[in-house]
């Protein structure tokens, strides 16, 4: 399909060359596994605030039990509540700028204040919802002290068991790598999903009303 909107719209390179290979933008809608290129058009499509933000936070709360600060949790429920007209835009905006202030210690929490009112919530949402892959480099890191402390104690001038050491710790780090690319991908996945529930007809009416 002819991409000459989504350049218009500046769209990321690799969306661009593979919306390109779709034949229509509505089948380019129900494969696309990109949640998070799916937010950003639905943004840059100015679709209804309360619809964008019921899909952000629905995307967010894929890693509600990763978040360790309150606010995040609150920020997550006031998208919520802002949807079904409990507070206002600028409440929610409150709520996503306290969210934010522990977005340091708390990648779950700078997902959520994305969630808000950003279009990249996704894609946050799946470096957060890999976090759960940092437990397999905490791992890598054991398995690298343990296999110098051997190594050492068998005897310190046998680079073969320092070989076989940084062999076990690339390993290791090897397969966080893959877990956490594992679960990015599955959360983009779902991401998806959920924006193909909420944003559907949004999305697809406003790109062909588009010049």
Known sequence: MKTDKL?????CHDAVLWVAKQPNVKTAWENCERGDWMLWLAKKLNVDDKKLTMAKAMCAKQVEHLMKDQRSKDALQACFDYVNGKITREELDAAADAAAADAAVDAAAYAVAYAADAAYAAAYTAA??????????????????????????ADTADTA?????????????????????????????????????????????AYKRMK
């Open 161 to 205: 068991a320092y070989a076989a050491a940084d062999a076990a710790y690339a390993a290791a780090y090897a397969a966080a790598d893959a877990a956490y690319a594992a679960a990015r991908i599955a959360s983009l996945k779902k991401s998806a999903d959920i924006c193909r529930e909420y944003l559907t007809e949004e999305v697809l009416t």
């Open 128 to 153: 957060a919802a890999a976090d759960t892959a940092d437990t397999a480099a905490y791992a890598a890191d054991a398995a690298y002290a343990a296999a110098y402390t051997a190594a050492a104690a």
């Open 7 to 11: 350049n218009r719209l500046k769209a």
